[in-house]
């Protein structure tokens, strides 16, 4: 029997059967994309010293009062090199510094110049206190948040945690995806198990590299994808393998009412789940199970619709929220303006490929036909526009939840 049920009913259920993932401690680089579970502070200042912000001659300020009405020619006494300790500068001298060096004891300044087999500095103006220079813990100071909690790691945390002394940081890690496409006309299933399944013309399976895609992009790992025929024991077996290495298992297509159709009796009598008609256009067939195991934790299943414009929908609709809720992260759907109207779905929430006014986030048009929308439109689209199940008409002027593909 196949339930309906809204789409904010769906995605409440699916969230139900996931929790954030267990914190992990990894290396720096491994944790990229990862999402920090506790503030990191800085132990040490970075830099500990004072250094050269910029290749040039370390020099007393004070010693360029007056340099533009009477121009100062000071002597290159030595040369800074980063990783050295501090050396000494006497007054009225110069010493050379690469970027990264310590400043010497008594300079205050750095002159950004060509150091290139220099014996003296000659300066006609003067120079300010802390020009060219980054100060003792310019970047991070003792006991500066460095990353604070809930943060999704990028380039430059990964960086400022390395110059405060982390290796290794503890995280969410990203969550494990398997998909599974299901249907005996794809290409490249395991009908060799069943020859007499594969079709003649196969057909190339589009929505496994979108979801891929989409759940990468969302901080997700695909650990597996592939393809399988109608065939129920098949379907078992290859989701019970997935259900192994994945912390959540999502299965594509197969989930009409079509005596060749499989998806739906497997997950009902295998996994406790259920097939449902979610008042969602397009795409309005999904399914929820659980697999269960006895050597590892309940693993969530979804079954999607398998085709890519439905299965981009379902992400946008209720998946994106599901791989945000296992890496302890909520969705932001920020709102756009809509520039063009059309008619809307009575009784179901719609997902609209969109795309952005020049230059902005805050206006928005439909891309092709909001009833119909096609493979071509998502690929035209910079994200999708949701449009509440309530709704019946899109004005122009009104605001909607956008989903960005593109950052």
Not at 167 to 188: D, F, I, N, Y
Request: proline share 8%; with cysteine; hydrophobic share 45%.
């Amino acid at each position: 029997m196949v339930t309906s049920c809204s789409l904010e009913e769906h995605r409440a259920d699916v969230l139900a059967l996931l929790a954030p993932l267990s914190p992990l401690d990894l290396t720096l680089a491994d944790a990229l994309g990862c999402v920090a579970v506790a503030d990191l502070v800085a132990r040490t200042a970075v830099p500990a010293l004072g250094i050269a912000a910029t290749d040039g001659f370390a020099v007393r300020s004070s010693d360029t009062r007056g340099a533009r009405m009477r121009p100062v020619t000071l002597p290159v006494t030595h040369d800074v090199l980063p990783g050295n300790g501090p050396t000494r500068l006497m007054p009225f001298t110069a010493a050379r510094i690469a970027r990264g060096g310590a400043l010497p004891h008594g300079a205050d300044a750095v002159v950004a110049r060509p150091t290139t087999a220099a014996v003296s500095l000659f300066l006609d103006a003067e120079v300010a206190v802390g020009e060219g220079v980054v100060d003792e813990g310019g970047h991070w100071g003792v006991g500066d948040v460095v990353v604070a909690a809930g943060t999704r790691l990028g380039a430059g945390h990964v960086a400022s945690m390395a110059a405060c002394g982390y290796a290794t940081v503890r995280v969410r890690p990203a969550p494990r995806v398997a998909v599974v496409a299901v249907g005996s006309e794809l290409r490249g299933h395991i009908a060799a198990v069943h020859p007499s399944l594969a079709p003649p013309e196969p057909t190339v399976d589009a929505s496994g590299p979108l979801l891929a895609a989409m759940l990468t992009s969302a901080g997700a790992r695909v650990v597996r994808t592939l393809a399988v025929p109608d065939d129920g024991p098949l379907l078992r077996q290859a989701i019970d393998d997935a259900a192994l290495q994945a912390d959540l298992v999502i299965t594509l297509g197969g989930v009409s009412d079509d005596w060749h159709d499989v998806v739906g009796p497997v997950l009902t009598r295998a996994y406790g789940g259920e097939l449902r008609r979610v008042r969602l256009m397009p795409g309005d067939r999904q399914g929820l199970g659980t697999v269960d195991s006895r050597d590892t934790a309940p693993v969530a299943l979804l079954a999607l619709p398998g085709d890519p414009v439905d299965v981009a929908a379902a992400f946008a609709g209720y998946g994106i929220d599901a791989i945000m809720r296992m890496r302890g992260l909520g969705v932001v759907r920020p709102t756009a303006t809509v520039q063009q109207g059309w008619q809307a779905p009575f009784g179901f929430a719609q997902v609209v490929p969109v795309r952005r006014g020049e230059g902005t986030r805050d206006r928005v048009e439909p891309v092709g036909d909001p009833a119909r929308p096609l493979l071509r439109d998502i690929a035209a689209a910079d994200g999708v526009a949701l449009v509440a199940e309530d709704t019946t008409e899109v004005k122009k002027g009104d605001a909607l939840p956008i989903l960005w593909w593109q950052r």
